[in-house]
């Protein structure tokens, strides 16, 4: 499971952006697809270095490319570098540098079709620019099984155009 660490520091140093480039079938599909077809890409915007490398890791093992970054200016940065292609935001709520609400704000105005899984300890009710209709939520603590159900119901409920 993962945890918030209710904004202490987890003791662990890593370098943020890496990009895990573990590819595998997307989620519901089989391991025959054509080469054509790429795997979903998703963009990790998680502070706490133990809890984005989890979530890094479940998500790849469902398939997902994955890009993660321990800031939103980092994410940014990621963005504008591999390009405005992603398929899922998942970013935390709370983060030093101003939160993740923002990161998808902006993203989302550049990419409209983009979808966001925000991830918190903390309910995003209250928060200026929290949008239920647009963006999915998902509680800290939470599982494989929850965070994949949770991206399940956000590509069933937000169809690309």
Wanted: proline fraction near 7%; charge should be neutral.
């Amino acid at each position: 499971m993962v945890a918030p660490n209710r904004g202490k520091a987890a003791g662990i140093t890593a370098r943020g952006g890496q990009t895990s480039r573990e590819v595998g079938p997307g989620p519901g599909e089989s391991g025959t697809r054509p080469a054509t077809k790429r795997p979903r890409r998703v963009l990790l915007v998680e502070d706490e270095d133990m809890v984005r490398k989890v979530v890094s890791r479940m998500l790849t093992s469902r398939g997902y490319e994955v890009h993660a970054a321990a800031s939103g200016t980092e994410a940014m940065a990621l963005f504008e570098g591999a390009g405005p292609d992603f398929d899922l935001l998942v970013t935390d709520l709370m983060m030093p540098d101003g939160g993740g609400l923002g990161v998808a704000r902006n993203l989302t105005a550049r990419m409209p079709d983009l979808r966001v899984l925000l991830v918190s300890g903390y309910s995003p009710s209250g928060t200026e620019g929290w949008d239920p209709a647009r963006f999915r939520f998902l509680t800290k603590p939470f599982g494989s099984a929850e965070l994949s159900r949770a991206i399940d119901e956000l590509f069933l409920s937000h169809p690309a155009s």
